[in-house]
């Protein structure tokens, strides 16, 4: 029910490539296997619509069925990722996690209770209407991290809209937005999802040549880290057609220096929060930082040079602090921003 359009996408492309992980290419026909048994492995684990599973995992192909599995159930995931081990326990208790389903690094499951009852308004809303939901905790980094409570169906409906086929990487995390809106790109438009067993520049930009990748989302910093390496010079990039990048401002030279090496592959700025989802966006060109952000279901403006957005696919609210939302439903994003005309220039907080 909440994914019979990825069904239909798998189902037709089923011996299309869905997946390198560690260095082996698994087909649709496995996700579709897989997506099969986990079903079952929830049904006799009596784990019922409405119920908090925490996954801590990074993609691979029991984290990618199991995030499918959990949706078409009803459930309310909570995925964190090995990279913030050492928040685990208070993602855990901020979330309310009824199950945790751990996956380890030869993608084997252990599955657990933890004897915490999940109330909240923001649960109870989504059981009441039968809808799979989704915490995303914010990065923490000048505080306890936000956990920002999801419609999930409300972030995927985008999807449903058949965009370019890619070979994608992953370079955002599982338990990120712009990683989670990676994966329902690729997976809605019967790509490929291609995973690196680490995110230094020469392990990428290898996975790059040796699978043909053409998309990288990816940070200014790790631009960066490829111009001061010169790790490119050291594969064939020639697959590469977009490199996206966001989460962080991108310094004007850097742009421009990469724009000079690598003319014909495409920079798009993204812009996305963990509170109101990934925006559509179109730069002005491969070397400005002027983008257009918007698109079906966002409404953007400007008041005192910050960003406000109103998303319909906007959280239902924090499990452990105030709503950011102002009384007439608009985010406050804290980013200060220049426009010129339908563009803008984000300055950063």
Not at 31 to 45: C, G, H, P, V
Not at 70 to 87: D, F, N, V
Not at 146 to 158: E, S, Y
Request: glycine residues 6%; negative net charge.
């Amino acid at each position: 029910m909440h994914i019979d359009f990825l069904l239909e996408v798998f189902r037709a492309n089923a011996d299309s490539d869905f997946l390198v992980w560690n260095g082996r290419v698994f087909p649709y026909s496995r996700l579709l296997a897989d997506l099969d048994r986990w079903q079952s492995l929830l049904e006799e684990n009596g784990i019922a619509a409405g119920t908090a599973v925490a996954i801590e995992a990074d993609f691979s192909p029991n984290a990618i069925a199991l995030f499918l599995a959990l949706m078409e159930k009803g459930c309310i995931l909570i995925p964190i990722t090995t990279a913030i081990r050492a928040k685990v326990e208070e993602f855990l208790e901020t979330s309310a996690a009824e199950v945790l389903i751990t996956l380890d690094s030869d993608d084997n499951h252990t599955l657990s209770r933890t004897g915490t009852a999940a109330e909240n308004e923001f649960y109870a809303a989504l059981r009441a209407a039968g809808r799979p939901g989704l915490v995303l905790f914010s990065s923490g980094s000048t505080g306890k991290s936000k956990a920002a409570v999801h419609d999930l169906p409300k972030i995927v409906d985008k999807y449903r809209t058949p965009r370019k086929c890619l070979r994608s990487i992953t370079f955002l995390l599982y338990d990120h937005i712009g990683g989670i809106n990676t994966m329902f790109y690729i997976l809605s438009n019967a790509g490929c999802i291609v995973t690196t067993p680490d995110r230094s520049a020469d392990t990428v930009l290898r996975t790059v040549q040796d699978f043909r990748v053409e998309l990288l989302p990816t940070s200014p910093t790790f631009i960066n880290l490829i111009l001061i390496s010169e790790a490119w010079k050291r594969y064939d990039l020639s697959s590469l057609k977009i490199v996206s990048y966001g989460t962080e401002p991108m310094p004007e030279s850097t742009l421009k220096r990469f724009h000079g090496i690598f003319p014909d592959i495409r920079l798009v700025q993204t812009y996305g929060l963990s509170e109101v989802g990934i925006l559509q966006s179109q730069s002005k060109s491969s070397d400005s930082l002027w983008v257009k952000i918007g698109g079906d279901g966002f409404e953007t403006r400007v008041v005192d040079n910050i960003l406000h957005i109103k998303s319909r696919s906007a959280m239902l609210g924090y499990l452990n602090a105030p709503s950011p939302f102002t009384a007439d439903g608009w985010f406050i994003t804290g980013d200060l921003v220049e426009t010129d005309g339908e563009y803008f220039r984000i300055l950063g907080r």
